[in-house]
């Protein structure tokens, strides 16, 4: 799992990918420079890629020009074949769909999206939120985070996105083990991130393709090996 290729066999969303920490100045302002040393240096240790503005770090707290620049400085900062995925989570689909645009022209091979965070949406809203995102082209790896954003994408409404082409994959963030073989059985074609660090064992053998995860920012190669 430690090769870094777009093959069918290991897409750009697959093996770990870094919810990469922002540094900050002492003014509080985005250290850019250090951010792209940061991110050359997890392709340097082994890690698949990095999902910058992650759905629960400080995008929120960002402009929409800096939160813009992230993205473009983890493009810029990549190495070929390293993945960067970014987290274009907003409170609603049209913004959403204008981060997605964003990373798209900026030349991301893929996306992660939660629900509308705002509120809890109903299923016709979950599902109007990912047709209107997913009509950018780029592919989208759903975000299952029911603790925090309070919709649950249950295996049956995962199922119905991937079989409209919504998304190519989730990662899963309930915790729940079970989850992994309910989804297989609904919809056996969609790819399962591991989202809960204390599952990676679990959903490791239960044959995710990939873990989006924290630790690397601080011990990379520990991350890699133990995946």
Known sequence: ???????????????VIVATTLPFTEDLSVDYDAYA?????????????????????EYQTLDD?????????AIEAAPPGFTVMPGIAAYGALQARKWAEQAAEAGAQCVMLLPPNIYRGNREVV???YRTVAAVGLPIV???????????LTPDLLAELHAEGLIVGVKEFTGDVRRFYEIKELAPELDVLIGSDDV??????????????GYPNAIPQVTVELY
Request: net charge negative.
């Open 142 to 152: 759903a975000y299952n985070n029911p603790i925090d954003t309070r919709i649950d």
């Open 37 to 57: 040393e940061h991110v050359r240096w997890l392709a340097a240790n082994g890690c698949h890629g990095v999902s910058p503005n992650g759905s629960l770090g």
């Open 200 to 213: 990676v064992l679990e959903l490791g053998i239960a044959g995710a393709v990939g873990w989006v995860a």
């Open 1 to 15: 799992m430690s090769e870094t290729t777009t093959s069918p066999a290991n897409k750009p969303w697959h093996g």
């Open 127 to 129: 599902l109007d939120h």
């Open 65 to 73: 020009t800096e939160r813009a620049r992230v993205v473009t400085t």
